[in-house]
């Protein structure tokens, strides 16, 4: 009799975990401590894809235990895209989160590598991603990414320069 009561005609979708990662490689004049103050706290001059249409704050608090934050208004209310794990100013930040894709079981580690080449410094961002998405995700997320690094910040840190 208790088979027969825990019996249910629900599907259970099993989606299979999956991993992927990439790299985007880029090179800007000027030191590795300016990138990364430039790639950490208020990024909303280069960061474009947001939840809200106007966030009120859009940054990122690089220490560990920190986070990757959207404030939508004076209120509060708003996300965390992800959490920071790693931050030496320079040399590297580490962030795990969906980013944009919060409310699926998906994991995605984003790491920015920084080291001085000459009068410039290499920036590498690396992505590892795992846990549940449809088959093109990967793509769409290398190529969001490539518009973050290569098509936004890349063309903000100039106009700085």
């Known amino acids: 009799m208790l088979a027969t009561a825990c019996q249910t005609n629900q599907q259970v979708d099993t989606a299979t975990p999956h991993a992927f990662s990439f790299s985007i490689e880029t090179r800007l004049i000027g030191t590795p401590e300016a990138v990364y103050d430039q790639l950490t706290g208020d990024i909303s001059p280069w960061w474009d894809h947001t939840f809200s249409e106007t966030p009120h704050q859009l940054y990122i608090e690089a220490k560990p235990g920190g986070g990757f934050y959207e404030i939508f208004d004076e209120s509060g209310d708003g996300v965390r895209h992800a959490v920071v794990t ?3 100013r320079g ?13 699926h079981a998906l994991t995605l580690v984003s790491t920015y590598h920084l080291s001085a080449v000459n009068d410039s410094t290499l920036l590498k961002v690396e992505v590892h991603g795992a846990g549940e998405f449809k088959e093109e995700w990967p793509k769409v997320i290398e190529s969001v990414w490539h518009h ?5 910040f890349q063309p903000h840190w100039e106009e700085q320069q």
Do not use: N, Q, T, V
Request: hydrophobic letters at 50%; aromatic letters at 4%; a positive charge.
């Open 91 to 103: 040399k590297l930040l580490r962030m795990e989160g969906p980013l944009g894709l919060a409310g």
């Open 86 to 88: 790693a931050a030496h």
């Open 148 to 152: 973050f690094i290569i098509d936004r």
